[in-house]
């Protein structure tokens, strides 16, 4: 089981960033699919999910409206577009994926919000 997360990288407040997250070795389409964030000193915290058909998404208060969560059952991924991004949102990113009592994680990518 592999979950590799990329796209992540320095960007100016109010810029944007797409993350990315691959998925193999599971039944992707039977797993709902999140994105967590850990700040340095900080818990980590839901960012946000999605279920495995893409239907239905949920967000943390802090990120509704600047934050999309979407998949790609076709190609294994998931995605995090992330707008209007602020110096609170940096963090490591990193996508995890359930189905019952099962949970796989990513290694996570660093997203810096930096002037």
């Known amino acids: 089981v592999q979950l590799v997360e990329s796209g992540g990288g320095l960007v100016q407040p109010g810029g944007s960033l797409r993350l990315s997250c691959a998925a193999s070795?599971?039944?992707?389409?039977?797993?709902?699919m999140s994105w967590y964030r850990q700040a340095p000193g900080k818990e980590r915290e839901l960012v946000g999910s999605?279920?495995?058909?893409?239907?239905?998404?949920n967000y943390a208060d802090s990120v509704q409206g600047r934050f999309t969560i979407s998949r790609d059952n076709a190609k294994n991924t998931v995605y995090l577009q992330m707008n209007s991004l602020k110096p609170e949102d940096t963090a490591v990113y990193s996508c995890?994926?359930?189905?019952?009592?099962?949970?796989?994680w990513g290694q996570g990518t660093q997203v810096t919000v930096s002037s």
């Open positions: 070795g599971f039944t992707f389409s039977s797993y709902g």
């Open positions: 995890s994926a359930t189905r019952w009592s099962t949970r796989f």
């Open positions: 999605i279920d495995n058909t893409g239907g239905s998404t």
